[in-house]
């Protein structure tokens, strides 16, 4: 609203200005630490003097409220450092592109001209032959390839990339199957392979740092094995 002048420079400089109010929306749902003071200091000030407020009831409102701010800060805190952990390990994981990565899956990519590296993982009391089948996308066999007895622990394989005739089979996605006795018994084989890494996703503070595997997909940093020169 406009303020009218009386003509005389000295009453005008006495008038009080009117400044707009600001009105809170009630957009802001969050008390500070200022909030909260105003608020105790209210209590206080219209407090029943015959039922004044409990020294101890006090003391644990403000306890109360520094534990929660306390708590807020911490979890910013700990926002910040894990958003500076994601970035040094997507750092770090960026040095693996072009990589080979073992993954605890029997499937692997093979491209022309290459073949398959594996890890065979033995319990104890294994004993026999290991039969290792390899089988194309469609579950069609084909190779068997009998690697003999095998210690207990993690045991490395490759196949070669060909067929039972000797010849190369096309690029694609195979598994690898591994079969041996254990305490007597026939049975299936836990079986890892070696994948490349075709690029890096930086990933969130929750998701983490992801791989991208040449002819898989992706796959968190966090479930991989081992590393290997490509």
């Known amino acids: 609203m406009d303020v009218l002048s009386t003509g005389t420079s000295y009453l005008d400089s006495l008038r009080v200005q009117e400044e707009p109010i600001a009105v809170d929306d009630g957009s802001n749902q969050t008390l500070d630490q200022a909030d909260f003071l105003e608020l105790l200091t209210q209590q206080l000030a ?6 004044p407020v409990d020294n101890n009831t006090l003391v644990a409102q403000m306890a109360s409220f520094s534990t929660v701010e306390g708590i807020t800060q911490m979890t910013e805190q700990f926002e910040d450092l894990n958003s500076v952990l994601t970035s040094s390990q997507a750092l770090q994981a960026s040095s693996l592109v072009g990589q080979k990565v073992l993954i605890p899956a029997s499937v692997a990519n093979k491209v022309e001209g290459d073949g398959i590296d594996a890890v065979v993982s033995m319990p104890e009391g294994s004993s026999g032959d290991v039969i290792i089948n390899v089988e194309n996308s469609t579950g069609e066999l084909i190779r068997s390839i009998n690697i003999g007895q095998q210690n207990a622990g993690n045991n490395d394989f490759t196949w070669d990339g060909k067929d039972e005739n000797g010849n190369e089979v096309g690029e694609g996605n195979y598994t690898i199957k591994a ?19 075709a690029s890096v996703n930086l990933g969130s503070g929750t998701n983490g740092v992801i791989l991208n595997l040449r002819g898989l997909g992706n796959i968190s940093l966090n479930e991989v094995l081992a590393v290997a020169d490509s």
């Open 46 to 51: 219209q407090q029943d003097p015959s039922e």
């Open 179 to 197: 079969n041996g006795t254990v305490d007597g018994e026939k049975q299936e084989l836990a079986v890892s392979t070696y994948s490349h890494v």
